[in-house]
């Protein structure tokens, strides 16, 4: 043992690793993500990231999931997938009950998902992803439900309108135009995977590819522009009175982009994605649409589906571009009460006792330090508010209340302490 090489501190290639202040910007997230869902009736959920590989080979998702799958053989010869999104997860979950729950359901939650992906800016192999779902709702009804929770998220962040745009497209759409040129379904598939790469090949292969789905001079997106079909326009009409509707409702920032198809072939209906309007983030920032297919995969009558996938990575990308991220986000405790002397300790914990029953979350010296050194202590612990309590506090019942981070100091009644830190924070 003694020869070897220490073993390396890194965490797995593209994964992080979460020091608590860290945590609590993610749980910063996560709580205003659990409030606007709730708010809205949606109740969460969880499960476990293991699945049975077949979930994902069923052609529930495209072959780059596929691909992308981190899958192995477990001691009892079963292939294992470790889940790369949670759409086929509540699709299974909600077949299995399909005769207890009670339809519409309106579910969301919070797993970490799993790709094996190139790590890049926006891009790792771990990622925390927002799930919100509807199932058992087949009209536009609940497209726009679920449109307006992303609005609505996106400003509980604090994020304005111009800040964000929601390109909404629908595969109907798509599939109507390409029908009317008589292309293949394998065609059509092969077509919106290309329309999904666009953004990252040149103008000119991109042109190039194209060129093979055109049927006199024409392909399905130029069909659309044209509006001189009327089955396709008439698809084109029920999105844009979808997109009107939003209008109406003040939200001017959700636009019809026939460009955006996703990556999974699962897709139905509408496919929307949200984009950043910030010239040095504009992409992508998460997606989702309607998926009717996917729950009649386990059996019985399909049931109708609409929902997205928010990732933490570009959001949080998102919330710093805009500078949307409070700063004060460390996750130390409220209150640290010093002693002057360690026989003071006993007396400083039935104070701070007092301070947790009252919701303040306390830590206690219990060190033979200075005064002075516990402070040092506080301030590189981030806590924010420091008071010592010895024999004299005791007595008197008043406190000197520090308040670190701007220097103040007031003196205070200890049972007036927990309410002054409560409002003050
Ligand atoms: P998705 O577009 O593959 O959709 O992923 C949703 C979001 O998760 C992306 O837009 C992005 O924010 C984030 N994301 C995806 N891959 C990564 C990665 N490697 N690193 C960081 N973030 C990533 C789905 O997964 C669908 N199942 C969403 C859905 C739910 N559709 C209907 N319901």
Known sequence: ?????????????????????????????????????????????????????????????????????YSFIDRGDRKVTIRPEMTPTLARMVAAKRRELVFPVRWFSIPNVFRYERPQRGRLREHYQLNADILGIADAKADGEIIVIVSDLLRAFGAQDADFSIRINSRTLLSAAAQALGLSVDEVTAYSALLDRKNKMSGADFETERSAFRRSGTDPLELIEAGTNAEVDAELKKLEALIEAFRSHGMTNVVFDPTIVRGFLYYTGIVFEVFDTDPGNNRSLFGGGRYDNLVALFGGEPIPAVGFGMGDVTLIDFLTTHNL?????????????????????????????????????????VSGKSLGDQIKEAVRRKIPYFIAYGAQEAESGMVTLKILNDSREESISLDSLAAFITKDK
Do not use: H
């Open 1 to 69: 043992m003694t020869d070897r090489e220490p073993l390396s501190t890194e965490p797995y290639k593209g994964v992080r690793d979460f020091y608590p202040e860290d945590w609590a910007k993610m749980n910063y997230a996560f709580d205003i993500m659990r409030t606007v869902l709730r708010r809205r009736g949606f109740e969460e959920y969880a499960a476990s990231p293991l699945e049975r590989a077949e979930l994902y080979e069923s052609k529930t998702s495209e072959e780059i999931v596929n691909e992308q799958t």
């Open 325 to 365: 991220l409070p700063a004060n986000i460390t996750g130390a405790p409220d209150l640290f009460i010093g002693t002057p002397s360690e026989a003071d300790i006993a007396q400083a914990q039935g104070c701070a006792e007092l301070m947790r029953s009252r919701d303040v979350n306390t830590l206690v010296n």
